[in-house]
């Protein structure tokens, strides 16, 4: 797998060539997921500090200690879901339209070495959000009976200039690393599903294009999220 890094990050259009040589292999590509899904679920726990607060005055310490874990067991699937198996699914459900060919297990293969770059933006991520969680200061919410009180809650708390900053910079690490994975994704598309380059490239970018747009509109102009996948 050493040897195979560079070649996938340097040369995408050989490495993709080569290994529709091989028989198809989730193994990989399934290690390469749950790393990521690991720093999904690592980088979940810590934003289950942030809502400790608000569970704790809603449903006590006991349920408020368990936040972390749910939360970080959540991050762990969702990262396999979504990043894998959903877009892995929409690029082989697109590619149909170009009449590609190829079993739909070659290409959740690839679209799982393409994910590396997203992981490599994950881990970056969580580096910042070590750096900034100190710094978020949540809201104290005086009566979690009272609705205007959670609308208060969540108002100061989405306006606080941590937060807000580091789910901007989440979103841009976000869109810069999944660039890099929609370029390797184009070349692992058009090879699991034998397509033209041209075809690849529309497979790739019309989900990628989408989700950039969505994250980086919410995280700038729409409702700021805290980052964990």
Known sequence: MKGMLPSLLLRPDTFFSERTKEPESLKIPGIIVIIGAIVAAAASYLNSGIYEGLITAAAGEGMAS????????????????I????????????????????TFKRTLEFAGYGLVPVIIGSVISLLVLLYYLPMI????????QDPAAIQRFMSEFLEDPAFREFTQIYAIISAIFLAWSANLWIFGIKHARTLSFRNAIIVVLVPVVIFMIYTLYMAFIGTPFSGGL
Not at 66 to 81: C, N, Q, S
Not at 84 to 99: D, K, Q, R, T
């Open 66 to 81: 368990m936040l972390g874990i749910l939360y970080a067991v959540l991050g762990f699937f969702a990262f396999i879901i």
């Open 137 to 144: 200061e949540v809201p104290v919410i005086s009566n979690i």
């Open 83 to 102: 990043w894998w198996v959903v877009f892995a699914g929409i690029f082989y459900l697109l590619s149909m339209a170009f009449a590609g060919s190829g």
